[in-house]
């Protein structure tokens, strides 16, 4: 089994594993938060370290989305946990309110960093492809 294929099969265990977390967060049951965040870290983890060699600026940025997408769970997997630490916490003058609920913001920016690169990236690969073979 080469390298990327391993890759793959972490960041799908990963996406399931979040799903899985996410889905049943709102049932209150304990484990769904380490469901989630062992989902979150291997899928950063699959994203993160998996090399692409584009030149294109487009792929280039794409990938560069994912990773954004990647740091996202990671930090809604942390405040999944940690929710009700930074509830008023003083910065200076402002008071931060947080609830359960403070997890969401990064997991929906992570789904939709996931969504659109997922259809996007193919979409390139395929120019890419017509335009090698269109060369030959």
Not at 13 to 33: F, H
Not at 81 to 99: A, P
Not at 121 to 135: A, F, G, H, V, Y
């Amino acid at each position: 089994m080469n390298k990327a294929r391993l890759a793959e099969i972490v960041i799908i265990t990963g996406e399931l594993l979040i799903l899985v977390g996410a889905a049943t967060w709102i049932t209150g049951w304990e484990m769904s938060r380490y469901i989630f965040t062992l989902g979150a870290l291997s899928y950063a983890s699959g994203r993160l370290f998996v090399q692409h060699d584009y030149t294109n600026t487009t792929l280039r940025r794409l990938y560069a989305q994912q990773g954004i997408g990647a740091v996202c769970a990671v930090i809604s997997a942390l405040l999944m946990f940690f929710y009700d630490k930074i509830n008023g916490l003083e910065i200076s003058d402002y008071v931060v309110r947080s609830t359960a609920s403070a997890w969401l913001l990064p997991f929906v920016i992570y789904v939709v960093f996931e969504v659109y690169t997922t259809f996007r990236i193919s979409s390139e690969l395929k120019k890419l492809d017509n335009k090698t073979l269109n060369k030959k």
